[in-house]
């Protein structure tokens, strides 16, 4: 298991009001995603915990991607990967975003 | 003066030879052996007809059986590589040269003959193309072919895999060749007449179908979240715009993803009756929802599909049938139709490079071409205008004058930025071009031309390359949407800034798609079963894709 720890500046800060949402399973290919209203507006931070070794780069590369297109801001986000696709992890990412604006069901 | 009629005398020496071993046009099956080598001389050109779906799989046996010391030098035109057979007539030393089109389960076998020279090889074509040879240079002396059943005096049925038949039956029986024909049985009167029996020299009764691969048929089951948000992608940023009503569908999950979003994603965008009402298209198991919700007014296949033979029969009104009441496919008119008559061609491919070039050819692997590049190509002889044809061509000419402008067909390549095993879908260099020089080919084997493509979907948006002005552009707009491969790392973040401001590269948040909805809930139908009670139980799925 590698751990990976990123905590960015982040333009927009996330909609709505729920405290936090959760997206995806565990499972080979997928991942789990847990969003918590636990920054400061202006920041997101994000712990990953991967099955897959070595993709630093890439991690790096998607999150910094998500937290300047979507509204991350305000978020501490917990992933748990199976070895997700970076498609799969930037699908996840965003569906946790849009999740946590929609009203508590 | 050269004497006439020699072609006419050679066919009646192999009708004499045969009819020693026939009883009429019957050949019996423990004769077929003796009979193939009565008939066959060595360096004949042989079409052993075979497709990605029918193959006529007990002479293609009988004939790999031949002894070389008997019949060999035979020059093999066929559409279909893909029974073992078919490549052990070349290992034997039956057969030496090769015209094809398609090698799919034997892509890696055909490859490794290939490298080792056990082939020579004349040329990969297109199915339309090869069709066309066999008119002018790729005559068929002889053709061994696969029907359900005939009659004493020849006259065969085909079934709904009529597919080849009747093109393969042609070229070689109105120019002096011998035509054979594989039956599942002989009767006393065929359901209805696909070839008529006096094109037919010989038939022999094989006691079991002809074998049919169930290509087309796309387990809803596998179907991923981002093949659902690229499908969203294409349906709103390319089929609700341009109004796409005339297409063909490549093989694959993203297209299967786009024909079970119609139903629901579709209905939701308004836009039944506006896209997706016309196909060149086999009967995909997965346009059963589209058609069940009236999408879909008209049908025409290349072949059938496993399964669906009772569902087609009970939907008249959509495909194509004889007065028996089932299917009348035919490749070569549906190929047309799909070059000619279709507005757009949506399909998969595993390697792009940044030209925007796309190839299934991998490293040891030949799969062929098949239909897809005649698909995946614009028809420089098309004349009649429709809308999407002209918004196309404005798009990619915007200054010339509209009356004197060609169209463009839509050429749309779909797939996710990291393909099976995590391979990246985009390359620097297509691995066909290392193919061609080892293999010292005039041509690299390029399933779509960059001067084709028109736009390229992955799930971080749509590349529309009709709008690029320059190569550069055209290279950024594929980085832009390449995603997180080494290509699109490896962008000018800039550069595909400008561009989508331009719109030449569209995000699911420019075209207002909400993540959420990449859900496999969006799908009409999310397993074989849920397709078979679309289908009210007329679908019959092959046992390979019951789990249930």
């Not at chain 2, 429709?386 to 169209?407: F, H, N, Q, V």
Request: proline share 5%; hydrophobic share 40%.
């Amino acid at each position: 298991m590698e751990k990976l720890s990123f905590k960015l500046n982040a333009p927009t800060r996330a909609g709505g009001t729920r405290a936090q949402a959760i997206v995806g399973v565990v499972a080979s290919g997928n991942l789990e995603v847990l969003l918590e209203r636990a920054s400061p507006a202006d920041v997101c931070t994000i712990d990953i915990a991967t099955a897959a070794h070595g993709f630093g780069a890439v991690w790096d590369a998607v999150v910094r991607d998500f937290v300047a297109r979507r509204a991350a801001g305000g978020l501490r986000i917990s992933i748990n990967d199976g070895g997700a696709r970076p498609d799969t992890v930037a699908l996840r990412l965003a569906q946790g975003v849009r999740l946590i604006e929609e009203r508590e069901a | 003066m050269s004497e006439w009629g020699m072609q006419k005398a050679a066919l009646n020496e192999r009708l004499t030879a045969g009819r020693r071993l026939a009883t009429g046009k019957v050949v019996p099956i423990p004769k077929l052996p003796e009979f193939l080598k009565a008939v066959i001389r060595t360096g004949d050109r042989v079409c052993l007809e075979g497709d990605n779906q029918k193959q006529a799989d007990i002479l293609a046996a009988a004939l790999a059986d031949l002894d070389p010391a008997d019949v060999s030098n035979l020059h093999m035109v066929q559409s279909g590589v893909v029974l073992p057979a078919h490549l052990d007539v070349f290992e034997k030393g039956i057969a030496r040269r090769l015209d094809f089109s398609y090698s799919g389960p034997q892509s890696a076998r055909i490859a490794r003959m290939l490298f080792g020279r056990k082939i020579e090889l004349g040329a990969v074509h297109t199915y339309l193309e090869l069709f066309a040879r066999y008119f002018i240079d790729l005559t068929p002396n002889v053709a061994l072919i696969a029907a359900v059943s005939a009659d004493k005096d020849g006259n065969l049925y085909t079934g709904p895999n009529t597919e080849d038949t009747p093109t393969v039956v042609e070229a070689t029986s109105y120019k002096n060749g011998l035509v054979v024909a594989q039956v599942t049985e002989i009767v006393d009167k065929v359901p209805r007449v696909d070839i008529p029996g006096d094109l037919v020299h010989f038939v022999v009764e094989a006691g079991k179908p002809f074998y049919v691969e169930p290509l087309f048929t796309r387990d809803p089951a596998a179907i991923t979240e981002t093949q659902i948000l690229t499908a969203m992608l294409a349906i709103k940023g390319i089929y609700a715009p341009y109004g796409v009503r005339r297409l063909n569908h490549g093989i694959g999950f993203n297209t299967a993803a786009i024909e079970l979003l119609l139903p629901t994603y579709g209905e939701r965008l308004g836009l039944k009756g506006k896209v997706c009402t016309h196909f060149a298209l086999n009967p995909h198991p997965t346009l059963i929802p589209a058609i069940e919700a009236g999408w879909v007014e008209q049908v025409h296949c290349f072949g059938s599909e496993v399964g669906m033979e009772d569902y087609v029969a009970a939907r008249p009104d959509i495909f194509f049938t004889g007065p028996d009441g089932s299917l009348r496919s035919n490749r070569a008119f549906c190929q047309t139709a799909g070059l000619y008559a279709c507005d757009m061609f949506i399909g998969s491919t595993l390697q792009i490079d940044l030209e925007g070039h796309s190839s299934t050819v991998t490293t040891n692997r030949i799969a062929g071409f098949g239909g897809a590049p005649n698909m995946g190509s614009d028809p420089r002889g098309r004349r009649h205008p429709s809308e999407p044809w002209l918004k196309a061509g404005a798009e990619a000419d915007p200054d010339s004058s509209a009356a004197l402008r060609r169209g463009r067909k839509l050429v749309v390549q779909i797939g996710e930025t990291f393909g099976d095993r995590n391979v990246p879908l985009f390359v620097e260099r297509l691995d066909a071009l290392e193919l061609a020089r080892e293999l010292d080919l005039d041509l690299a084997p390029v399933m779509v031309y960059s001067d084709d493509v028109t736009h390229i979907v992955t799930e971080e948006g749509i590349a529309n390359l009709l709008l690029c002005r320059n190569k550069d552009e055209r290279e950024q707009a594929i980085r832009g949407v390449a995603g997180y491969t080494d290509i699109g790392r490896a962008r000018d973040a800039r550069s595909v800034g400008r561009l989508r401001q331009r719109g030449v590269i569209t995000r699911p948040e420019d075209l207002g798609i909400d993540p959420l909805d990449a859900d496999r809930r969006l799908l009409a139908a999310r397993s074989i079963k849920d397709l078979m009670l679309a289908s009210g139980a007329l679908y019959r799925p092959p046992s390979r894709f019951r789990n249930w």
